[in-house]
């Protein structure tokens, strides 16, 4: 078995929109033949940002307390580390940069789920899509992904063209490019997650292409489900782990925020 055959994405309750405990994903990935699993719940923001979808910042040494639990449970039989799922949204780094200071993570994804106040991968806001021009929504989300990677705050970067989840694709690619050689530039690497196969697109983040084009950047690909119900463990990894080797990519974790692969 790899090394590298974590799970580097996945959720508990706490996020206020998963289910099953940290011991079942735990159990998930051991059934599911993975070597380890991350935790990697939705960090806590400001009491004014996305209050329902994350953890609040009284509950995060509850969430740290509970993958400890299953890291003494799991010992020896499962690799299990302790990561968040960041935000990034311009006027929040320092309390971000606040929350990491707070625990040894091992790993930290950096996602752009907002572009201004539209939470725009949200299905009871999707009608937006129809009012807005898609040549300017993926220029400013990537304007935005860009953001995530100079910031300093980040490992990777999450879910890369997740503007698309609905079916809304991006109708030239230009600002991916950019983006990729700014990803590149700051040496992060890439969430792969198969929680797309899962979605209305019905494809990975990143697309094929993006991942070829990422790898001729010689950007990494980091394993995630993104999974936020046990089940969801290590979905598609096979599929997964063709389409980056296809491409001549590279699969990575993190362990202590070091890149290891």
Known sequence: MS?????SHMH???????????????????????????????????????APWRM???????????VRDAQQEFAGRLDIRLGLEADFHPGTERYVEGVLSAYPWDYVIGSVHYIGAWGFDNPEYAAEYDARDLRGLYRD?????????RSGLFDAIGHLDLPKKFGH??????????????IAEAGLSLDFNT???????AEAYPAPDLT?????????FVLGSDAHKPEEVGYRFTDAIKQIHDVGGRIV?????????
């Open 253 to 261: 974790a993190y362990q202590g925020r070091v890149r290891h692969g």
């Open 212 to 220: 070829r084009l990422a790898a001729e950047r010689h950007i990494p």
């Open 3 to 7: 090394p590298l055959l974590l799970d």
């Open 141 to 149: 989300y990537y304007v935005l992904a860009e953001g995530a990677a």
């Open 12 to 50: 508990t309750p706490l996020c206020g929109h998963a289910t099953g405990t940290p011991r079942e994903y735990a159990q998930a990935a051991l059934d599911a033949g993975l070597a380890g699993i991350c935790f990697t719940d939705h960090i806590p923001m400001p009491a004014w940002y996305d």
């Open 195 to 201: 929680a797309g196969w899962r979605k209305p697109v």
């Open 56 to 66: 609040r910042r009284d509950q995060l040494a509850q969430y740290v307390e509970s």
């Open 169 to 182: 694709r991006d109708p030239d690619g230009y600002a991916a490019l950019h983006a990729l050689d700014v």
